[in-house]
């Protein structure tokens, strides 16, 4: 008989006015019918467009909704940081804002958690929906952090993973961009996670414009080169502080 974990959903949402409101919907609707014990924790990483104001409102209307603001645009993964630091579940799951996956594709990750076959599930997206360049560059990318780190991960930069709290509660996370996707994979697999990959289905993107730039190609990489000096000892760096995210930021 399996156990059905509470779980707590981390969204980071940067200038996601058009795509928030209807993003949260459908995980709220997925909370109803899944009848699990469940919160949203909003990131709202310094967004300069009506998405703190959307989230505040929402949060309002919901109970089960908080929002944490960061005054400045910190990066993808600062807003994770700050995300998993408020999380209560012993289950933390996170996606973006941008309405691309089936929320109610989580019980994919559930299962293999709560039949004890795993304990980080990572979804790899089928049928990608992203232009030919950025699939060229996460597979030179993929490929490359499986070479240096053994990964073992088809599709690293996926925004659909379910991660173990006691895991985010006892690991330092460095990396304050999307190289912070790497950095929970390898960090796991150090820490003797058994991790799995599961397929999930990936939309278009019919709202809001992403904000990957081409800039972040360099910055992947050299997010690669920084967490193979942190983990040879050849470099210290600061843990990426949620403490920033402090309670007049939270609603």
């Known amino acids: 008989m399996t156990t059905r974990n509470?779980?707590?959903i981390v969204v980071p949402a940067y200038n996601e006015e058009a795509n928030l409101?209807?993003?949260v919907a459908e995980i709220l609707a997925w909370i109803s019918d899944?009848?699990?014990?469940?919160?949203?924790?909003?990131?709202?990483?310094?967004?300069?467009?009506a998405t703190p104001e959307i989230a505040d409102r929402l949060s309002a209307q919901h109970e089960q909704m908080r929002v944490i603001h960061h005054a400045v645009n910190r990066g993808y993964g600062a807003a994770l940081a700050s995300g998993f630091a408020a999380t209560t579940h012993p289950l933390v799951f996170f996606t973006d804002a941008d309405r691309q996956f089936c929320i109610d594709q989580i019980e994919r990750l559930c299962a293999p958690i709560e039949d004890d076959d795993a304990d980080m599930v990572i979804g790899y997206r089928v049928g990608r929906h992203d232009t030919r360049l950025r699939v060229l560059f996460s597979i030179i990318y993929n490929s490359l952090a499986d070479l240096v780190f053994r990964t073992r991960a088809r599709d690293l930069g996926c925004a659909?993973?379910?991660i173990p709290a006691t895991f985010l509660h006892e690991v330092a996370l460095y990396s304050s961009d999307f190289s912070v996707n790497t950095e929970l994979v390898v960090k796991a697999r150090r820490h003797g996670l058994r991790v799995r990959e599961v397929g999930v289905t990936h939309r278009p993107r019919t709202a809001g414009t992403?904000?990957?730039?081409?800039?972040?190609?360099?910055?992947?990489?050299?997010?690669?080169?920084?967490?193979w000096l942190e983990l040879h000892g050849l470099r210290r760096r600061s843990p990426t502080d949620p403490a920033r995210a402090t309670p007049d930021l939270m609603e």
């Open 6 to 8: 509470g779980i707590s």
């Open 21 to 23: 409101e209807p993003a």
């Open 34 to 49: 899944s009848r699990r014990a469940a919160e949203i924790v909003i990131v709202d990483d310094g967004s300069r467009d």
């Open 160 to 162: 659909f993973k379910l």
């Open 210 to 227: 992403s904000s990957v730039r081409l800039r972040h190609v360099g910055i992947g990489l050299l997010g690669l080169w920084s967490l």
